[in-house]
């Protein structure tokens, strides 16, 4: 697992089997790495006989799968970290193992930490679902998708949540709203990354 970029290395800590390699697993595999690294170093040097089933691919491949362990257990516990709001949006944006859980949490944190203007009950009902709309719209804007545009923002608030606007009044009754929790997700975005960032930044001044 290369860490090249924090949103890359959140997705990547959890691709393997294990859904938690946290600090214990992370030092176990520290000490694992070095261990093979030595014993690679011995075979090279013809100090030590390699048994006939093992090969060199076979120690690579268990070096390879060390590293691995090692760096998804520094991103894990930096995740940790986090207070569990921007956990659950950290991994609707980015794990690959995120949950309904994730998503619904992410989508309530949103939505209450966007300091919006006073609305009645209908109105908060749609700005609710807009909030849902922005999140998914945010996590493909960060895979490189664009931003969502009103007709499919209208098409998924009234599939998802029931609720209808209209594309022709977007500008007056919404565009404030959406660019609002646009840049609050963006805000929580960047202190979900944080401290995965200076695990990033700490292995490549390590390297």
């Not at 203007?117 to 945010?138: C, D, G, I, V």
């Not at 998802?160 to 997700?185: M, N, P």
Request: hydrophobic content about 45%; glycine content about 6%.
């Amino acid at each position: 697992m290369k860490l090249i970029s924090a949103r890359q290395a959140w997705g990547d800590a959890y691709h393997h089997s294990q859904k938690s390699i946290l600090e214990a697993a992370a030092q176990r595999a520290e000490l694992e790495l070095k261990k093979d690294r030595i014993r690679a170093k011995r075979i090279e040097k013809g100090r030590q006989v390699m048994p006939a089933n093992e090969t060199r691919w076979g120690v690579d491949h268990s070096i390879a799968r060390c590293e691995h362990m090692l760096a998804a257990g520094l991103v894990q516990s930096a995740i940790a970290t986090l207070a569990p709001p921007l956990q659950h949006l950290g991994h609707f944006l980015y794990s690959p193992i995120a949950t309904g859980i994730d998503q619904n949490r992410a989508h309530s944190y949103l939505y209450f930490s966007t300091d919006l203007p006073k609305m009645h009950k209908s109105r908060q009902e749609t700005a609710y679902w807009l909030a849902l709309a922005a999140l998914y719209s945010w996590r493909g804007m960060v895979s490189g998708q664009e931003e969502w545009w009103p007709a499919k923002i209208a098409g998924f608030l009234s599939d998802y949540g029931g609720v209808k606007i209209y594309v022709s009044q977007w500008a007056r009754d919404w565009a404030d709203t959406w660019e609002a929790f646009l840049s609050k997700v963006n805000e929580l975005d960047a202190k979900a990354l944080a401290p995965v960032a200076n695990v990033v930044q700490k292995q490549r001044e390590a390297a």
